[in-house]
């Protein structure tokens, strides 16, 4: 089955750096990388995507990279601000069938104000 | 709209109690659910996925078991809790492709 691996666990800033977060996956077939935003106490929420026809999908400060090759897919976060502090998940998925996706153990994004 | 509703949010229970979480959806028919557990430092683990009436997957071998008694109702049980039961239950269901989750049940097992 698949494996995503997240890395840091826990990712300190200051307000207005940029973050990085990196998630590797193992199985070449998930074609679809959700990444999910939770914070205290609430529900983890998609805040952006990105399929494996598109290696970079922008959304105002927010950023997705894909390298299929290397099989790894990262989140850009520019001009951090303190509500970006959060837990964030990354996941990948085949789409299609029953559609099962594996997320990453998450990151702990603290930004400082 | 599809959402999904979870209950209770909270819930402290002796060890050896029953236990039973239950997960609706609205907006949808036929869909994909899931039972996630998530514990501190070990991200969002699958627990059971569903895609329909009495179709139940288990990904990891544990003390719970989850039933789909009807098409949008997704059920997570125990006969007897363990501490290690406790944590943070996410029920989620599939709309398109993205995964999206109930406000979750904070478990603790004492």
């Known amino acids: 089955g698949e494996n995503v691996e997240q890395h840091p666990s826990t990712l300190s800033v200051q307000e207005g750096d940029s973050a990085v977060i990196k998630c590797t996956y193992s199985d070449s077939a998930s074609n679809y990388f959700p990444w999910y935003k939770q914070e205290l106490g609430k529900r983890p929420q998609l805040i952006i995507d990105?399929?494996?026809?598109?290696g970079e999908k922008k959304d105002q400060r927010i950023a997705v990279t894909l390298n299929k090759t290397a099989k790894h897919f990262s989140l850009h976060i520019t001009e951090t601000q303190p509500e970006d502090s959060a837990v964030y998940f990354c996941a990948a998925s085949i789409t299609g069938g029953s559609y099962i996706p594996t997320f990453g153990r998450g990151t702990s994004l603290i930004v400082h104000p | 709209s599809q959402t999904i509703h979870q209950w209770p949010a909270t819930l402290v229970q002796p060890v050896g109690s029953p236990l039973s979480l239950e997960c609706t959806v609205e907006?949808?028919?036929?869909?994909?659910l899931y039972w996630y557990r998530q514990a501190a430092g070990r991200g969002l683990q699958l627990l059971f996925y569903s895609v329909g009436i009495g179709q139940i997957s288990s990904e990891v071998p544990q003390n719970l078991s989850a039933s789909r008694p009807q098409d949008r109702q997704f059920i997570l049980s125990s006969k007897k809790l363990l501490l290690s039961d406790s944590g943070f239950y996410l029920c989620a269901g599939r709309r398109n492709t993205e995964a999206f989750f109930g406000q979750g049940t904070r478990l603790t097992v004492v």
């Open positions: 907006g949808t028919s036929n869909p994909n």
């Open positions: 990105i399929r494996s026809n598109v």
